[in-house]
């Protein structure tokens, strides 16, 4: 069965920390993965992974994926209030999008 | 930029009475999905059509029917809903079914009593 796990599930900051967000998949055919990031209504998309140890990066956000560990990292550095979201991890297997249950980050002022 | 327009926003609904959510892109895109979203639960797929004129099950297809009525129109149905339908529900679309990205409508919330 295709999984994808996230951890952890919700996670309290302060404004100015860094944050790594954890993202484990099992699928059959791996073919892409996906960051979304999810405030109050529709997730939008943050990056997209296809090929290991290449860093995606926008402003404070990054991303990596290791496909022999058959993981994924997001990064937020010097994070601020609102970055405060459910980060959704997602993985293309070619035939669907599977989602993770995603992490919920709280950036406290 | 519409993008994934999905209707209605808002709908209670008495156990037992039947909806349709609509579900519309301009993206010329040619695969759809119908996703539900429960605390703790992540998003969970219902149902999708790769391509017009085709549907599959997902996950929770269980208590729902879909129509593709087009390229650009996705419908999902509940024909006799149960409060544990009640949910926030996504539409979205992308590409194809291993296309890069994966775009969301803005989400229905539905309760059922």
């Known amino acids: 069965e295709d999984k994808v796990v996230q951890s952890p599930l919700s996670l309290v900051v302060h404004e100015g920390d860094t944050v790594t967000l954890n993202c484990s998949y099992e699928?059959?055919?791996?073919?892409?993965l996906l960051w979304y990031k999810q405030e109050k209504k529709a997730p939008t998309f943050l990056f997209m992974l296809?090929?290991?140890?290449i860093e995606k990066k926008s402003g404070r956000l990054s991303s990596i994926l290791d496909k022999k560990e058959l993981f994924s990292i997001l990064n937020i550095t010097a994070t601020q209030t609102g970055d405060s979201a459910i980060y959704l991890c997602?993985?293309?297997?070619?035939?669907?999008?599977?989602f993770g249950t995603g992490t919920s980050l709280t950036v406290i002022p | 930029n519409a993008g994934v327009t999905q209707t209605p926003k808002f709908q209670v609904l008495k156990t037992g009475q039947s909806m349709t959510l609509q579900c519309a892109q301009d993206?010329?895109?040619?695969?759809m999905y119908w996703y539900r979203q429960d605390p703790g639960m992540g998003l969970r797929l219902i149902y999708y059509?790769?391509?017009?004129?085709?549907?599959d099950k997902g996950e929770v297809p269980n208590g729902y029917n879909v129509s593709r009525l087009n390229k650009r129109e996705f419908s999902l149905r509940l024909e006799s809903a149960a409060p544990s339908q009640t949910s926030v529900y996504f539409c979205?679309?992308?590409?194809?079914?291993?296309?890069?990205?994966?775009?969301f409508g803005e989400g229905s919330w539905l309760t059922v009593v």
């Open positions: 296809t090929s290991s140890g």
């Open positions: 059509s790769a391509s017009e004129g085709t549907t």
């Open positions: 979205a679309s992308s590409i194809s079914v291993s296309g890069n990205t994966i775009y």
């Open positions: 699928v059959t055919n791996f073919r892409s």
């Open positions: 993206m010329n895109h040619n695969s």
């Open positions: 997602a993985v293309n297997t070619g035939n669907q999008f599977y």
